[in-house]
């Protein structure tokens, strides 16, 4: 960038075929953000050049990047190594899905997968996954929309992007889950709550969750729940300087116990109050709350 131009905040969205990028890329045109659809990696420096002119400047550029390009991850790459030697600092989103959400939603369109060629849709999918594993290993942010429909999708994006300044400020989401249904795939740290007592075992307690008081002062009186909060904030006050110095604007934390009901619900809401006194941006999500 010269000293005419302006730096752009510049977002690409990219990941699996059939896993959003559209949707997320209309939410974030409805959110006033500059968007160009399937943009070869090529020219992300040119966009970025062409929207920091002061004259017509475009403070904040959304790209959508297809992935069918065999040489889209070392494209993606260079072109992004490209934009920081311009002093442009890009956001990487990757929209993931499982296999089975792929599968319902292009049969649902009746449509082959880009990469399917002669074989099978999983066979496409397989590939896919093959070819963007390396930039969804080094995105800012993974949205796993297996479970969601297009408006939930709508309001994740609005969440990290509403009141978007393009500032390097942490966002973070803490996320309860219950083992008994699975890792959430786009978690960046996980924790383990079932070393506490689980307050489904005390009758009056089963029935709420942890988001009400008995179970939360139940949860927080247990044998080493403070000691793992105040070691847990330790570490992520090392994470936080770590990810500034490199630039990671989001982190996904999860905490899991075994239903996703009680413990992990309530050491989720504390452990975001905590990183909210520390200067942090929390929202809160419970994935398994009221799947019982």
Avoid at 31 to 49: E, I, Q, R, Y
Avoid at 104 to 125: A, K, M, N
Avoid at 235 to 248: A, F, I, T
Wanted: a negative charge.
């Amino acid at each position: 960038m010269t000293a005419e131009t302006k730096v752009p905040d510049i977002v690409i969205v990219t990941g699996m075929s059939g896993a959003g990028r559209s949707t997320a890329a209309k939410s974030l045109e409805d959110l006033d953000w500059f968007v160009v659809d399937n943009l070869p990696p090529g020219l992300l420096a040119t966009m970025a050049d062409l929207g920091g002119r002061v004259k017509d400047a475009v403070p904040r550029i959304a790209v959508v990047v297809d992935v069918r390009s065999r040489a889209f991850t070392a494209d993606l790459h260079s072109s992004i190594e490209d934009l920081e030697a311009r002093g442009v600092h890009p956001r990487v989103v990757f929209l993931e899905a499982s296999d089975a959400a792929l599968v319902r939603r292009f049969e649902s369109v009746r449509r082959p997968h880009p990469l399917q060629g002669d074989g099978t849709l999983i066979d496409g999918i397989s590939r896919e996954r093959e070819r963007v594993r390396e930039v969804r290993a080094e995105a800012d942010l993974v949205l796993d929309t297996s479970d969601l429909n297009v408006h939930q999708l709508r309001a994740k994006i609005v969440s990290f992007f509403g009141n978007d300044t393009g500032e390097s400020r942490l966002r973070a989401t803490v996320l309860s889950f219950g083992y008994k249904y699975g890792l959430p795939v786009d978690a960046d740290l996980v924790v383990d709550c079932r070393f506490l007592p689980n307050p489904h075992w005390v009758p009056e307690l089963r029935p709420q969750t942890g988001r009400d008081a008995p179970v939360r002062d139940y949860v927080l009186a247990q044998r080493g729940a403070k000691e793992f909060l105040d070691a847990y904030i330790e570490v992520l006050r090392l994470l936080n300087d770590g990810y500034e110095r490199e630039g990671k604007h989001y982190v996904t934390l999860a905490v899991g116990c075994t239903g996703g009901k009680h413990r992990s619900v309530a050491m989720a809401e504390q452990l975001a109050t905590r990183l909210r006194d520390e200067g942090v941006e929390v929202q809160v999500a419970h994935r398994d709350l009221g799947r019982e």
